[in-house]
């Protein structure tokens, strides 16, 4: 006969130090064997009770799970949905477009913030505008795969004409193709 995890009400078998799988990953990571569980129906409970009636300013931040970009989710019916964009429908009707976004007001949709008063349909392009404005779009020395910061950037410019691309691109540690980019604008634009 197989042993079972050593907490009361658990049945599945035991993985090491008394515990099954679930309850050992949750003593590694919390300190305790039953710390960090949600449970079933709590977030919804949380958006009726909570979130819907919340009028306040401040960022309500969604204590439960998390898309991998950091936005908030729960399960609604039986699928797994956005709250920013569950609750932008319920506060302000279906989205002129599907393609239109829940989009923040505050810029703190990927930390998870699900006030309502944040939210309103836009756009991509006007979504991407206020990320500019809110300073969260991921561009230049903020986006992951950079490999030059600002400083840099200008720095080559200041060389242009003065030294090859070809020099140039070597002392950056970058391609020729990007350093003409560079170079001629199409890449780090703004600056």
Same mark, same amino acid.
């Given at each position: 006969?197989?042993?079972?995890?050593? =907490?009361?009400?658990?049945? @599945?078998?035991? #993985?090491? +130090?008394?515990?099954?799988?679930?309850?050992?990953? @949750?003593?590694?990571?919390?300190?305790?064997?039953?710390?960090?569980?949600?449970? #079933?129906?709590?977030?919804?409970?949380?958006? +009726?009770?909570?979130? =819907?009636?919340?009028?306040? %300013?401040?960022?309500?931040? /969604?204590?439960?799970? +998390?898309?991998?970009?950091?936005?908030?989710?729960?399960?609604?019916? %039986?699928?797994?949905?956005?709250?920013? @964009?569950?609750?932008?429908?319920?506060?302000?009707?279906?989205?002129?477009?599907?393609?239109?976004?829940?989009?923040?007001?505050?810029?703190?949709?990927?930390?998870?913030?699900?006030?309502?008063?944040? =939210?309103? /349909?836009?756009?991509?392009?006007?979504?991407?505008? %206020?990320? *500019?404005?809110?300073?969260?779009?991921?561009?230049?020395?903020?986006?992951?795969?950079?490999?030059?910061?600002? #400083? &840099?950037? +200008?720095?080559?410019?200041?060389?242009?004409? =003065?030294?090859?691309?070809?020099?140039?691109? #070597? @002392?950056?540690?970058?391609?020729?193709? &990007?350093?003409?980019?560079?170079?001629?604008?199409?890449? /780090?634009? /703004? *600056?």
């Amino acid at each position: 006969m197989k042993k079972v995890c050593s =907490l009361e009400g658990c049945t @599945r078998v035991l #993985q090491s +130090r008394g515990l099954c799988s679930g309850h050992l990953f @949750r003593l590694r990571k919390h300190g305790s064997p039953t710390a960090g569980r949600t449970f #079933q129906g709590e977030p919804a409970r949380f958006y +009726r009770e909570v979130v =819907l009636p919340y009028e306040g %300013d401040d960022c309500l931040i /969604w204590p439960f799970g +998390r898309s991998d970009t950091g936005y908030a989710t729960m399960t609604a019916g %039986d699928k797994c949905v956005i709250v920013s @964009r569950y609750l932008c429908k319920e506060a302000h009707g279906e989205p002129p477009t599907p393609k239109h976004h829940a989009a923040h007001s505050c810029g703190k949709g990927k930390q998870g913030c699900v006030t309502k008063g944040h =939210l309103s /349909w836009k756009t991509k392009a006007e979504n991407e505008a %206020d990320k *500019l404005k809110h300073g969260t779009k991921a561009r230049g020395e903020r986006h992951g795969s950079a490999k030059l910061t600002e #400083q &840099q950037v +200008r720095s080559m410019r200041a060389l242009k004409g =003065l030294e090859s691309n070809a020099v140039i691109a #070597q @002392r950056y540690g970058i391609s020729e193709r &990007q350093t003409k980019l560079i170079l001629n604008g199409g890449s /780090w634009s /703004w *600056l």
